[in-house]
Structures are given as C-alpha cells and as structure tokens.
C-alpha cells in the first residue's frame, strides 16, 4: 500500500465521504454468501518481491474489515509512471469520486514527476488546459526560486510561490479556524445543546466516527481523570 504514490485523494479530508463509500462496501460484502464475496478487482502491479496496489484502496479496506483472505485482482503490466496515471484515471471513474482538489493535485503529480503530454494529464485528471499549462510554469519558477515542487501539494505549491507556505498552520491561522468553527456550530446546536447531548453525540458518531477517535486523541489527557472514572463506573479495566 502506497497511499502516497497511487491513492490520488486526500488522506486527511473528506473523511466523511471515504467512511460512507466504505460503509456502502462493507454492507455489499456482508450480504453476499460465503465463498462469493467479491468485489469489482483490485488492481495490483509486481515491483521487484512486493505487490502494490494501483487501484482499489477502499475496496481492500472492505475485504480487511470482513476478514476476506482471498480477492480478485486484476495484474497490471506498464511502468510504474503509467501506474500513476492509470490510478488517476481509475480514481475519476470510482464511485467516490475526485473532488475538485484532488484532481488539481492528481495534475500536479504529473506535471512535477514529467509523467506524460500536457493532454495525458489533462485526461488522466480531469482539470482543464490551462490549469496544467499554469501547473508547469509554477513547477519552473519554483524550482529556480529553490523549491522541490514533487514535494508540494498543488496549495502548499502556490503558497510557496507567493511565500506564504506554513502560514496556514500558524497559530494564529488555527485559531482563526477554530472560532469560525465554534460560531457554526453555536448556531447548529442552538442553546440547548447539553439537554440533547446524547443525541448529538451519537449522531455525529454516526456520521463523522473518525472524527470522534481525533477528539479522544486530542484531548484524552486534558481528561484523564473523568475518563479512568468512567471505566471504573462501568468496571473496566
């Protein structure tokens, strides 16, 4: 699994989507009868000993999850730049489709690895024409001003240009961001958030369960007391 190189989508956003799109797996395979359950194939190429996949992420996920040792796949024969662009490809035809930032950062990978025309990326990422023509000229600026562009998402790349990279995970940008946050959502839970507590916490356990699992690592320990209480209340060990 090399997320970084094949997986085109974001890895820390838009986990509201991935987790329903593997719910919607998940409950496919568990209504399938034993010995049949099977999904479309996961693409896979060889790299020296090791197998990697190319396409269907999620898909491997599903299987892990329902303890499925045995999957289809499908052997991919091309380079391992070709394997980029394919996962590109593949990732815009899924279910879960590329968001507007994901393909612009599929371009992105093209253009600074130099993996195919200026149409191949075009096609492969599903952003328009000019967009790539501005992607390589923004790869030779900021390699003259020093930067290595492979390294950059297609953001972190225009921060970088205009020498803005790292302000967005300033402090005073984070807190910016947590005070827009706190006012949306003093305006969804109104005033009487406490008196529905145990609603609002199951409801967004239910819809966001990676974002209950980010709470309890960010603050677990600023709560380390009530949280040993409550195990021995339901005498946990």
């Not at 940008?173 to 406490?194: C, P, T």
Request: glycine share 6%; charged share 35%; aromatic share 8%.
């Amino acid at each position: 699994m090399l997320e970084n190189v094949f997986q085109h989508r974001s890895t820390s956003e838009d986990d509201y989507d991935r987790e329903q799109h593997l719910k919607h797996l998940n409950n496919a395979l568990v209504r399938m009868q034993e010995g049949e359950k099977e999904l479309d194939p996961i693409l896979v190429m060889q790299v020296d000993y090791f197998w990697l996949c190319i396409d269907g992420h999620h898909r491997l996920a599903a299987y892990n999850a329902c303890r499925v040792e045995e999957v289809p796949v499908k052997i991919f024969t091309g380079s391992v730049d070709e394997a980029i662009e394919v996962a590109g490809a593949e990732n815009l035809k899924a279910k879960l489709s590329l968001n507007q930032r994901d393909r612009r950062n599929v371009a992105w990978k093209l253009t600074t690895a130099e993996i195919g025309s200026k149409r191949s990326v075009v096609e492969k990422s599903g952003v328009s024409d000019g967009t790539v023509a501005k992607m390589r000229r923004l790869r030779k600026e900021l390699i003259e001003k020093g930067f290595k562009p492979e390294e950059l998402d297609w953001v972190q790349a225009q921060d970088a240009n205009e020498g803005r990279l790292g302000e967005r995970g300033g402090d005073e940008w984070q807190d910016q961001m947590i005070e827009a946050f706190e006012n949306k959502l003093k305006k969804a839970f109104g005033k009487h958030v406490h008196r529905n507590r145990t609603f609002i916490s199951t409801a967004v356990y239910n819809l966001y369960p990676s974002l209950i699992r980010t709470i309890i690592e960010d603050h677990v320990i600023d709560h380390r007391e009530q949280v040993e209480g409550i195990f021995e209340e339901c005498d946990l060990e």
